[in-house]
């Protein structure tokens, strides 16, 4: 009788019976929920990265990503071109731009006149780092920081960009930096899930975050970020009812594992254990969670540090202030998204408002983890999905202008976690316009990320529909030179 007939006929096959062993596959998984230490082999994928094992010694723990979503000048913060004020108003020179793809809001321009940034530039640190005025306090830390001139992208609009730089791709449906990160490592504390998202809103020209920038995509939905409100419930639904006792929840939850339990034995359907999973954690995270979000409690020097808006819930304060409380709780990545960057005008007026918001918690973080000890193992990154145009979008003014969109070179910065403290990384032409040393793509990067975390992205995959999968994709290449 041939395979498909018994599987057929007696409604079994291979994963049916190992279920129904007396220690199956359903089993195992329920048993590590409640003994965590008893089960940890390979994952589900079984051709993938065991759980909770590097391929080789990290030089950071956790990550905390300050997302500056909307795409911030990098001739505002980081890159100074004097040359772009001595020809203010002339067109950039066709050598320079060399037909390179334009958006829809300036493909009908006439002209593309420079513009020279409106806010002076200063060397800082020991090694002489041009910073804008609009960045004091990131200025102070500047010996810290890895600054990246380099980075660059194919995406030139910002749901394809901004997609590819959390995800790897362009297109939705894919695990995030932060899944991928909570497939391959999993959480240091059991209390609270490996991956955590924030959200703020500054007073600038806002691009909209949605959820498939924190998917799982086809890993588990166990890895999908957990995202905190602003709200008096910063985990929604997560609190018991008033009628209910703690005692009778966890009853609830019990029976309610010994029923999935059952439905799992019969359909094999992981998600029905992802299931068990999340309602396991979510019970665990409502001990955790409201001692972690209460940030009255912190003390004056760090309330003076990162500034007073951070004790108002859902600023970007509060958020950086509350990430750094997950990161050293064991959260191992902590993505905040802040939107208000898009200045397509009036950016003199709008810009200086989000640095303004941004720029002393950014820097007391840094100050914060490192007087803490924990800045060698925890890694920072802060930038946006790519830059903005050496030329005005629109008319060019005496006292304003726009930028628009620029894949072809932006700056990031990163700090702690394994990275070179205190250098710059690559350099573009004296226009702003073009890379003329060390690139670094986005598929770069995100091989960057993972090495510091002491995982090979051509190793850490998962099959789907016939296919293995990685968040480099098919390309990427680690960078030596950013490395400490």
């Known amino acids: 009788m041939s395979k498909e007939y018994l599987e057929h006929r007696f409604n079994i096959n291979r ?55 909307g795409a911030p000048s990098q001739l505002e913060s980081f890159d100074y071109k004097p040359l772009l004020s001595k020809m203010h108003g ?43 005025e609009l960045f004091p306090h990131t200025a102070k830390i500047v010996d810290d920081l890895c600054i990246i001139k380099s980075m660059h992208t194919e995406a030139i609009n910002h749901d394809p960009a901004l997609t590819f730089m959390q995800t790897g791709a362009q297109v939705g449906n894919r695990p995030s930096m932060g899944a991928w990160l ?12 490996a991956f955590c998202v924030l959200l703020s809103r500054g007073r600038g020209n806002g691009q909209g975050v949605y959820s498939k920038l924190w998917t799982n995509g086809f890993l588990d939905s166990t890895h999908q970020g957990v995202t905190f409100s602003s709200g ?20 609830m939850l019990d029976k309610m594992a010994e029923l999935n339990q059952l439905g799992f034995d019969g359909n094999q359907d992981p998600e029905v254990l992802a299931k068990i999973q999340q309602y396991e954690m979510a019970y665990r995270m409502q001990t955790a969670v409201p001692e972690l979000t209460d940030l009255s409690k912190e003390p004056d ?25 997950l990161s050293e709780s064991g959260v191992r990545f ?46 920072v990154i802060w930038g946006g999905e790519f830059g903005r145009t050496n030329y005005c979008q629109g008319n060019l003014t005496a006292d304003n202008y726009g930028r ?6 932006y700056s990031i910065w990163m700090a ?69």
């Open 404 to 409: 628009d969109h620029h894949p072809r070179a």
């Open 301 to 325: 020097s760090i309330i003076k540090m990162y500034g007073p808006e951070c004790l108002v819930p859902g600023s970007y304060a509060a958020n950086v202030l509350l990430a750094r409380k």
């Open 182 to 193: 909570s497939y391959g490592l999993g959480s240091e504390n059991e209390n609270l899930p």
């Open 416 to 484: 702690g976690g394994g990275v070179k403290p205190g250098i710059v990384y690559g350099e573009t032409d004296e226009f702003g316009y073009n890379i003329t040393r060390d690139p670094v793509h986005v598929n770069d990067f995100h091989a960057s990320i993972l090495h510091l975390m002491g995982l090979d992205h051509e190793k850490l995959t998962y099959k789907h529909l016939g296919r293995r999968y990685r968040l480099t994709d098919v390309a990427g290449k680690v960078i030596p030179g950013i490395m400490a």
């Open 15 to 69: 994963r049916h019976f190992l279920a129904k062993t007396a220690v199956g596959l359903g089993g195992a998984a329920l048993g590590s929920l409640l003994i965590p230490d008893l089960f940890k082999g390979q994952a589900d994928n079984s051709e993938a990265l065991p759980t909770r094992i590097t391929h080789f010694a990290p030089k950071a723990k956790r990550i905390i990503y300050l997302f500056q979503n």
């Open 90 to 132: 002339k067109d950039l020179p066709e050598s320079i731009r060399q037909g390179q793809r334009l958006t829809g809001m300036t493909s009908g321009q006439d002209r593309f006149p420079l513009v020279g940034s409106a806010f002076d530039f200063k060397q800082y640190g020991s090694n002489g780092t041009w910073v804008s």
């Open 232 to 251: 008096e419930d910063p985990i929604l639904y997560l609190n018991d009812p008033d009628a209910l006792e703690r005692t009778e929840r966890r009853r």
């Open 334 to 379: 902590v993505q905040l998204y802040h939107q208000g960057w898009d200045q397509h005008d009036n950016l003199p007026g709008q810009m200086p408002l989000q640095a303004e918001e941004t720029d002393r918690a950014s820097a007391a973080l840094i100050t914060d983890l490192k007087q803490r000890g924990l800045l060698d193992e925890t890694l």
